[in-house]
């Protein structure tokens, strides 16, 4: 691994457990992963592009739809931050950094955009995972004031009450009760980071030559202060398809001990695909 690789994944890490992660800086390393040649000087300039754009905010804003026609007529209609279906097809979509240049991206990235400019104005916007859907909630989310939803994919179209209860009770199924009120519960950064390195990795396992990627991605993940141990194991097939079969040996041995004392029997078989690996080292 190069060194300014291994220095920002240790930035990473840092961050991801620090008391209050910082999402833009998150987001941003992650780029750094997808976009090698970026570099610290890349990283700067995307920083200070959000710091522009955060000062084109009008002074004064008060209450949540004042704030939302406010990053909409910035981001939506003068800078066209927005996305369409090609965009999925797409690494940059989920790469801050290159989303900040191309002003496309997938929702949860837009929305990150929306999230960094409001907040470096001084404003309150959070993001909420709708199902299927990432868009940005204004006002309190528990508190008795107005509350708006915005779909930065939509150039920021405002979602009303009616589209955010269709998209809830369709999550809940036939017959199924939704949540109650999620539809205005804030996404934390790390839940957000979380998500955007799923949708790298879905990328990827959509493109077995991208292996480098699913690997990164993966790894990143793995730094989270929470992360499902099934990661392990899928960093460990990455290692042993890439022909790294000791250290993708040594990875199936580790989550075979975590998953032993609740799988004994996924445990040993587990094992027996590390010796397997091993021995393909003959």
């Known amino acids: 691994m190069h060194p300014e690789s291994a220095d920002q994944r240790r930035r990473f890490a840092e961050e991801a457990r620090a008391e209050r992660p910082d ?3 998150l987001c941003l390393l992650v780029g750094a992963q997808g976009e090698p040649s970026l570099g610290e ?6 920083e200070e592009e959000l710091d522009r754009l ?3 905010l009008p002074h004064g804003l008060s209450g949540p739809r004042a704030w939302a ?3 909409a007529e910035l981001l939506g209609s003068r800078c ?3 996305g369409g279906p090609a965009d999925y097809a797409r690494l940059e979509s989920s790469l801050l950094p290159a989303v900040l240049r191309r002003r496309r991206g997938l929702p949860i990235l837009l929305c990150v955009v929306w999230i960094e400019v409001a907040r470096r104005a001084g404003g309150r916007v959070y993001g909420v995972a ?6 940005v909630g204004f006002g309190d989310p528990g508190g008795p004031g107005e509350r708006v939803l915005a779909d930065p994919f939509a150039a920021g179209r405002l979602l009303t009450g009616a589209e955010a209860d269709a998209l809830m ?12 009120s999620p539809a205005f519960t804030p996404a934390g950064p790390l839940d957000i980071v979380q998500r955007v390195l799923n949708n790298v990795r879905a990328w990827a396992a959509a493109r077995p030559e991208q292996g480098d990627v699913a690997l990164w991605a993966v790894e990143l993940a793995l730094l989270l202060p929470a992360h499902p141990a099934r990661l392990r194991y899928d960093r460990a097939q990455l290692l042993v398809r890439r022909g790294d079969f000791l250290r993708g040996a040594a990875e199936l041995d580790e989550y075979a001990r975590v998953v032993a004392p609740v799988e004994p029997s996924t445990a040993e078989a587990i094992r027996r695909r590390a010796r397997a690996a091993r021995a ?3």
């Open 41 to 46: 000087a890349g990283l700067d300039a995307a």
């Open 54 to 56: 955060a000062g084109l």
């Open 69 to 71: 026609a406010a990053l």
């Open 130 to 135: 709708l199902p299927g859907h990432f868009v």
């Open 169 to 180: 009770a369709g999550a809940a199924g036939p017959g199924g009760a939704a949540p109650r």
């Open 280 to 282: 393909r080292l003959n």
């Open 23 to 25: 999402l833009a800086t």
């Open 80 to 82: 066209g931050f927005h």
